[in-house]
């Protein structure tokens, strides 16, 4: 009884990102042809123009007197925001020629753009020139870096050993934005290295992370979206329990997490969350020795009092539950900002209410274009990922712990 009014306290907080507002104007479309449309709305102009970064009307054919406005969009410091410039023209004819004299009205009229809807209409200028707009709708990013940190020791009083070590990193993002569709997608790379004096070459740091975000919203004055999201979190080189470097205890996509989802995503300026009812969890072990000795959870291989494998291990264990997850990026001041990450998630039919928890905090400090440091923190839990040391040249496996990485680096990072 207990677990049903969970489950039902879960699908209620859910179904506030699926009540959505739809719009108010709602209008009966009706068939007509371009050249209707030219004739009776815009007989005056002949097609519709862009330059660099402003869309506006040329006219072919002018009344006597008539009024003109024109758009200027310029960039400003204050990170997305953009700011437009309206401008009024009265456009009157010279003379019995088709020269024109163009004389601006009023003062140009500024004001911000954020991004936000002011209005449910558009104007489909793409459907009706044959000029067809160079306006794409896919914004790409791209960022690699590389920090690296060396210590020497020499007759240092004190004591201390040598130590080099790098991190390879790139973030990748593809997205697209079209009315009330938003495509996101992103890829996450990191892979880190230690040498330190008379100690073999240790790995620090493997990440790869694949996330893909779809959403639809009904209503141009709704935050919500109607979302579908898939996330890949695997790693790329074998792990060990040092100093034991013989028995991988982690493996590429061993494991592997893979949530594929459906629900509701709540967007406002920096601020993301995501609402999934129905998630699928699949953890993925593509290893044998790995399968076979039950790791992560999954069923292990059945073997005979010689050691013999009679029965390979599951290499692959799905759950359904509930996920969450916030993204917030918040500006502390000039070149410093904070992002936090966090994932919740809960399977319905076995263990409910024991809560898998990836938590990331990060604290960015941009020097300049190139040089920026990193401080930031990453906390884990999961109760089917069991904790590995080695005592005494010994590998034991203890239950599961919360797993905690500290990161702190100075490094160079590209954008193109």
């Known amino acids: 009884m207990y677990q049903f009014r969970i489950i039902v306290f879960f699908m209620f907080f859910s179904a506030i990102g699926f009540s959505q507002t739809v719009d108010s104007l709602e209008m009966e479309k009706k068939q007509k042809s371009i050249d209707a ?97 160079e306006l794409s709708f896919w914004k790409k990013t791209n960022s690699v870096g590389l920090d690296i940190n060396q210590g020497t020791f020499s007759n240092w009083s004190a004591g201390g050993y040598s130590s080099v070590s790098g991190i390879v990193k790139g973030d990748f993002s593809r997205n697209y934005e079209k009315g009330r569709t938003v495509w996101q997608n992103e890829l996450k790379v990191r892979y880190g290295l230690n040498k330190q004096e008379n100690v073999e070459l240790r790995k620090t740091d ?27 979190n695997t790693q ?32 406002k300026n920096n601020f993301k969350a995501y609402i999934s009812p129905l998630t699928l969890k699949s953890t993925l072990v593509l290893d044998d020795v ?36 916030t993204e917030w990026n918040k500006a502390l001041m000039k070149n410093v900002s904070l992002k936090n990450n966090l994932t919740l998630y809960t399977d319905y039919l076995n263990n409910f209410g024991n809560v898998d928890v990836d938590w990331q905090l990060m604290l960015e400090m941009k020097v300049n274009s190139l040089l920026k440091a990193t401080l930031g923190g990453h906390l884990i839990y999961d109760d089917d990922i069991k904790n590995k040391r080695d005592v005494d040249g010994v590998q034991i496996t203890e239950g599961p712990r919360v797993q905690f990485k500290q990161l702190l680096s100075v490094g160079l990072v590209y954008n193109f």
């Open 37 to 133: 449309f030219y004739r009776t709305q815009f007989s005056v102009f002949d097609t519709l123009v862009k330059k660099n970064d402003t869309i506006f009307i040329r006219p072919i054919t002018v009344e006597p007197k008539m009024v003109l406005q024109d758009s200027v969009l310029m960039e400003l410091k204050s990170g997305d925001v953009q700011q437009v410039v309206v401008s009024t023209f009265e456009v009157t004819k010279r003379n019995k020629n088709t020269d024109l004299a163009y004389f601006l009205i009023p003062k140009p009229n500024g004001f911000v753009y954020d991004r936000t809807p002011r209005a449910n209409s558009q104007i489909l200028y793409d459907a009706l020139s044959p000029i067809r707009s």
């Open 206 to 232: 493997d990440v790869l992370s694949i996330n893909s975000s779809f959403g639809y919203k009904s209503s141009v004055k709704s935050n919500w979206y109607y979302s579908a999201k898939m996330t890949l």
């Open 236 to 267: 790329m080189a074998n792990g060990y329990a040092y100093p034991d470097v013989e028995n991988p205890i982690s493996r590429a996509f061993a494991p592997a997490y893979l949530f594929v989802g459906i629900g509701s995503e709540f967007f």
């Open 290 to 325: 790995l399968a076979n000795k039950g790791e992560f959870g999954l069923e292990g291989g059945v073997f005979d009092e010689n050691g013999n494998l009679l029965k390979a291990g599951r290499k692959s264990k799905n759950e359904l539950g509930f996920l969450f997850t």
